[in-house]
């Protein structure tokens, strides 16, 4: 996933921080269920939804959080599209800030298909918020183009 890529996560995964992203991103979505990867040393968190935007029938959110609060929340689904949302360092000449947005439909690493992100908080229950309000936005419109255009979310 993020590991071959020119940009990464600072600081150690935040294990804390997964189990609290669940818990908020959980009770406000009933579609939603979680898990993470391994409960002794996780790397990440499993969001799954039972439908999707538009066509896809099945979601799968996959949050990574470092303990410098840098973040990459990974949006997938059956119907091929893929997107994320980072706050990290990284070397693309834009967007000047860490916050940053790969769009669909495969969550391209070019330069060039890197744009500024609607995210720009690092406080866990704000992204988590965030983050399902941006869902919710492309479920109930049945498009993909919500997931990155708002201001300021939540």
């Known amino acids: 996933m993020q590991d071959a890529e020119s940009h990464s996560l600072r600081g150690a995964v935040d294990a804390g921080a997964l ?9 406000l979505e ?64 834009r967007p000047d800030s860490n916050s940053h947005y790969h769009p669909p439909p495969n969550a391209s690493s070019d330069g060039d298909d890197v744009d500024p992100s609607c995210l720009r908080v690092t406080e866990l229950a704000l992204v988590a918020r965030a983050v399902h309000q941006l869902w919710r936005a492309g479920y109930e419109s049945g498009t993909a ?9 939540p």
Not at 19 to 27: L, P, S
Not at 145 to 153: K, M, Q, S, V, Y
């Open 30 to 93: 009933p579609l939603a269920s979680g898990s993470l990867d391994d409960p002794v040393s996780p790397r990440e968190l499993r969001l799954w939804l039972d439908d999707g935007i538009g066509e896809a029938t099945t979601t799968t959110i996959t949050v990574r959080w470092s303990v410098r609060d840098d973040y990459n929340v990974r949006y997938s689904d059956d119907a091929d599209r893929d997107l994320r949302w980072d706050i990290h360092p990284h070397e693309y000449t």
């Open 19 to 27: 189990h609290d992203f669940r818990f908020e991103f959980e009770r």
């Open 145 to 153: 183009a919500p997931l990155d255009d708002a201001t300021d979310p």
